[in-house]
């Protein structure tokens, strides 16, 4: 058998079974069967909305290896990006110093799910015989972009071990981060996992809970059929006031909202928070097969700890409730320690053409690696769990 490499410039030009063969793949070691947001349905609806592509700075050049038959045998979410907005790894400060330095950073190869700090396969190839050389065969594609698109980099971000081995492996630099997931210790109810804290930390949540619904406020479940665009309108005002806030600029449209809740509408969970019949506040999470995600949250209402009930308590609730093993709550927020979430590694691998750029890249990763690893061990010993000499 012989490979080809092709790009897509847009999932349009991928039928949808044959992209979601390979991304969704139940036997090759995913941590997650179904990943959402690797999907056909994710991705397309990002691009069908206009977040990416167009003047997005994220131009899609997807690529696939296929047989001498035209079949789908891996790909690669790839874009062409002319800056380093929407990846949650920052470049920001390689990119300055580059171009200090007479270099042309921009533009560079992102592969990943735009605007998704979520783990998951990246270089997407169905477990079998030649998985192995289907993996060598789409790096040697990604690089093989990068040199006729001029890029200066190539980028895989929030990697699967088996992808981090293989790009590692191909001499791509590894860089670490760190964020927090809640993981179900086989948790039959809430009061549970409370059981499993520190007295003190236990009251504390409960205290926490207690505040947030205070003002008579409630909290529903929506999902899948049952959510609609009134839903999709409430929700997006509270998207835009968070993103309003902390960057100026949201990425994502509303129009996006309306063909996710179209196409995928039974992977989604939407928490509402009510007061006085109207909503007021909502987070919105993609289920998985074995995990939940927590992706966007905001509010029109400022209300004490409301932000911890909606999207932290409420997703360990419905995680225990259908039996998933971990929640997801996105980047960052040693804040999310206290409330029963743990500090995970997450990992990514880079490939930067110009030598003297590699160097110095790689000296940075090497001291930051340290840091990282050291700071995870420190917040591990500090989570809310109760130690055996303790009640």
């Not at 129009?255 to 179209?262: A, D, K, P, V």
């Not at 949250?297 to 609730?317: K, R, S, T």
């Amino acid at each position: 058998m012989t490979f080809q490499a092709k790009i897509a410039q847009g999932l349009k030009l991928v039928p949808a079974a044959d992209w979601d063969a390979c991304a969704l793949d139940t036997g090759s070691g995913h941590d997650d069967p179904f990943n959402p947001f690797l999907s056909h349905a994710f991705l397309s609806a990002l691009e069908d909305s206009g977040c990416v592509g167009g003047r997005s700075g994220w131009a899609p050049v997807h690529v696939l290896i296929e047989d001498e038959a035209d079949k789908l045998l891996g790909a690669a979410p790839c874009y062409l990006k002319s800056h380093s907005m929407g990846e949650y790894v920052f470049d920001h400060s390689w990119a300055d110093a580059y171009t200090r330095a007479g270099g042309r950073y921009y533009p560079k190869l992102q592969v990943a799910v735009p605007f998704t700090p979520v783990t998951g396969p990246r270089l997407l190839v169905p477990d079998g015989p030649r998985s192995a050389e289907i993996r060598s065969a789409l790096i040697a594609g990604l690089r093989a972009l990068r040199d006729q698109t001029g890029a200066s980099s190539i980028h895989a971000t929030f990697l699967q071990e088996a992808d981090l081995q293989a790009l590692t492996s191909e001499k791509f630099l590894r860089r670490d981060d760190q964020q927090f997931h809640w993981f179900n210790e086989g948790y039959g109810r809430f009061e549970d996992f409370l059981g499993a804290l520190a007295s003190r930390k236990r009251k504390a949540i409960r205290r926490e809970r207690r505040d947030a619904l205070a003002n008579g406020i409630s909290v529903e479940w929506v999902l899948g059929k049952d959510i609609t665009e009134a839903h999709w309108d409430a929700f997006f005002a509270f998207y835009m006031d968070t993103g309003s806030r902390k960057w100026g600029r949201p990425y994502l449209n509303r129009r996006f909202f309306s063909l996710i809740g179209e196409r995928m509408a039974e992977r989604i969970l939407l928490v509402m928070a009510k007061r006085s019949g109207r909503h007021i506040a909502g987070a919105i999470n993609f289920v998985g097969d074995k995990r939940l995600y927590g992706r966007n949250w905001g509010c029109i209402e400022d209300h004490p700890f409301l932000h911890f009930e909606v999207c932290y308590y409420q997703a360990i609730e419905f995680a225990i409730a259908h039996g998933l093993d971990r929640v997801e709550a996105g980047a960052q927020g040693e804040h999310k320690l206290a409330r029963g979430y743990r500090p995970v590694i997450t990992s990514s691998a880079h490939d930067i053409a110009d030598p003297s750029l590699r160097r110095a890249v790689q000296a940075y990763l090497d001291q930051e690696r340290l840091y990282v690893s050291e700071a995870a061990g420190e917040l591990a010993a500090a989570t809310p769990f109760r130690h055996r000499e303790e009640d």
